[in-house]
Structures are given as C-alpha cells and as structure tokens.
Nanobody, 111 residues
C-alpha cells in the first residue's frame, strides 16, 4: 500500500488549500482514513478522519473550516482547508487505517 500526499504550499491567512492523497495497493474506502499534522516542536495530531462507512469528524481546532472527503473513482482522499490561520502551519500527513502513511506535505500560513 502506498499513499502519495500533495497540495501543500504557502498561503496567506484567510486563504484556502486542498490537500490530496492518492492511494494505491488498496481501496481508499475499505478502511478509515484521516489527516494528521505536525507543527515544529509539537507532536503529530489527528485533525480529520472519515470512517469506512462515511462518517467524518474533526478536531475542535479545525471544525467548521476543514472538510475531509474521498473519491472512490480516483482512489483519493482530500482535505479542503478554508479560513487558514498561522497556527495551521504544519506538515500534513494522510493515513489509512490501521497504519499506512503518506510522506507529508508542508502547509505554511503566513503573510
């Protein structure tokens, strides 16, 4: 199983980005999947996840601003990030349960 994350970059506060994670070697909807992030000097944290049944949930810090989704036809999961804040700056990792990870993509929110 391989996960390839992309879509990170530099964005101004209040801006938007969409992260993508292409999955190969298995079907994206077969298990739960999610997005983690790790800011400098901090532990990796789970910010959004979606179950195999399609139920999604979010960390309070991103609720109402981020949306997780997946497209079975493209075998890809997404993280739409709106109203970005400087504190969202981190390396973002996609994960397919139980323990398959993407390589990380850097999101920097700065003016």
């Amino acid at each position: 199983v391989q996960l390839q994350a992309s879509g990170g970059g530099l964005v101004q506060p209040g801006g938007s980005l969409r992260l993508s994670c292409v999955v190969s070697g298995t079907i994206v909807g077969r298990s739960a999947c999610g997005w983690y992030r790790q800011a400098p000097g901090k532990q990796r944290e789970l910010v959004a996840w979606i179950t195999s049944g399609g139920r999604s949930d979010y960390d309070d810090s991103v609720k109402g601003r981020f949306t997780i989704s997946r497209d079975s036809s493209k075998n890809t999961m997404y993280l739409q990030m709106n109203s970005l804040k400087p504190e969202d700056t981190a390396v973002y990792y996609c994960k397919l349960w139980p323990n398959d990870w993407g390589q990380g993509t850097l999101v920097t929110v700065s003016s």
